[in-house]
């Protein structure tokens, strides 16, 4: 099964300022992260972004939202986004979800399993997971990948969304995101 525009969307779970810093490889994350959103952003791929009991652990970092004209933020308790309906009723249009952020063994598996059990096509992009260890971002990966969620990278998600190369898009993903060195 292949990501397709249209059918998939962005889901950016809890990148926020308190939390970030305790996460092994912060700043790549951060830098993969941003990435991903942008190559999102201008495959005008929908953006949602989720902060995990905000008053406690911040908001999403700004150089995230910031990459979106109008940043779509939904809080919440529950380490699932799916749970006491925290997802917005619009995002049942979607059936696929590409999940990124933190952390991988907690708030987005635990959203990943949920969004499975509601039918959805899930893609985790797994250069653009973190947690505080590299021990439980594997475990989390693997957990995900048994319960069904598609683990990919940012990449794929680029090219799968892109799909062929006379995509109006195409020329500037290339420019921007493909070429040269990336984080």
């Known amino acids: 099964m292949l990501m397709e525009s249209g059918k998939a969307a962005l889901m950016v779970i809890d990148v926020q300022s308190k939390l970030l810093p305790a996460i092994e490889d912060s700043e790549q994350l951060h830098a993969r992260i941003q990435w991903l959103i942008s190559a999102c952003h201008t495959l005008e791929t929908p953006i949602l972004f989720t902060e995990q009991y905000p008053r406690g652990l911040g908001h999403t970092l700004p150089t995230l939202t910031q990459l979106v004209e109008h940043p779509e933020i939904?809080?919440?308790?529950?380490?699932?986004v799916v749970a006491v309906n925290c997802l917005p009723a619009h995002w049942q249009d979607y059936s696929q979800v590409i999940i990124c952020g933190m952390e991988t063994?907690?708030?987005?598996?635990?959203?990943?399993?949920?969004?499975?059990?509601?039918?959805?096509?899930?893609?985790?992009?797994?250069d653009a997971v973190g947690s505080r260890t590299e021990q439980n971002r594997q475990l989390g990966l693997e957990r995900m990948r048994d319960a069904g969620a598609q683990i990919v990278s940012r990449e794929m998600v680029v090219f799968e969304l892109l799909r062929q190369a006379d995509n109006q898009h195409f020329r500037a993903i290339s420019k921007?995101?493909?070429?040269g060195e990336q984080p």
Do not use: D, P, Y
């Not at 939904?74 to 699932?80: A, G, I, L």
């Not at 598996?109 to 969004?115: D, G, H, W, Y």
């Open 74 to 80: 939904v809080e919440k308790m529950h380490f699932s």
């Open 105 to 126: 063994h907690v708030c987005v598996l635990q959203t990943v399993l949920e969004l499975i059990q509601a039918g959805k096509n899930v893609f985790v992009v797994a």
């Open 176 to 179: 921007e995101f493909l070429r």
